[in-house]
């Protein structure tokens, strides 16, 4: 089971990442770029490190629209289809925002094409309020799926797959300061939509 206790802390827990990161991310950068060249040409070993790389950027979007029993089957096929449409993607730096429109259009598919008897806890709606100051994951997911694209994605990598900032910004190619911004207005937009007080409002808790 995911756990979903990360919500409850403050904002700036989640915004508190080592400084001078850059080095690193750009480092890491030029590891991934070889290997979508390399797994282009067929080498297995590359696609294998791209999966192990990228398969939490994926997941976090995947489960941001589709219900979580559904997630890591998505996550499979969105790999399926990088390693047949490889060849098409001209230029290897765009693999991360290739990938992740990759995802999003085919949670979207799933979506269009679940069925109509599916169980209403299953699919997104609107968290009710809780005020116990410890909303369940299934009101934590709903949430996140109630809201915008950027948001929900970003706090999922985050909240869901445990990724640091410079993870999410190595990986996604966002900048730090759009991750921040993503993680701190998503934040309190979760904390709105489950009820629980604001930063401001829980100071003197």
């Known amino acids: 089971m995911v756990s979903y206790a990360l919500p409850m802390a403050s904002t700036a827990a989640l915004l508190d990442e080592p400084r001078g990161q850059a080095p690193g991310r750009e480092r890491s950068r030029a590891v991934w770029v070889s290997w979508v060249a390399a797994a282009r040409k067929g080498d297995h070993e590359a696609f294998t490190a791209l999966h192990g790389h990228f398969g939490k950027l994926v997941h976090a979007v995947v489960i941001a629209r589709v219900p979580a ?6 996550v499979q096929d969105v790999f399926l289809l ?6 098409s993607l001209e230029d290897d730096q765009a693999f991360p925002g290739w990938l992740t429109q990759l995802a999003r ?3 979207s598919r799933h979506l269009r094409d679940a069925h109509p008897g599916e169980s209403l806890d299953d ?5 009710a309020p809780d005020r ?5 994951a299934k009101k934590v997911l709903r ?3 109630q809201m915008p694209e950027a948001y929900a994605e970003t706090l999922a990598m985050r909240l869901i797959e445990g990724m640091t900032g410079p993870e999410i910004s190595e990986r996604t190619g966002l900048t730090p300061g759009s991750v921040r ?4 207005r998503g934040m309190a937009l ?3 939509k489950l009820g629980l007080p604001s930063r401001a409002e829980g100071a003197d808790e």
């Not at 990088?82 to 060849?87: A, D, I, R």
């Not at 699919?123 to 968290?127: E, G, K, L, T």
């Not at 116990?132 to 369940?136: H, L, Y």
């Open 132 to 136: 116990s100051g410890a909303p369940d």
């Open 105 to 107: 259009n085919r949670a």
């Open 143 to 145: 949430a996140l799926q």
């Open 181 to 184: 911004v993503n993680l701190h």
């Open 123 to 127: 699919v997104p709606q609107q968290a």
């Open 190 to 192: 979760l904390r709105e």
């Open 69 to 74: 029993c559904d997630a890591s089957d998505l």
């Open 82 to 87: 990088v390693f047949q449409k490889l060849s």
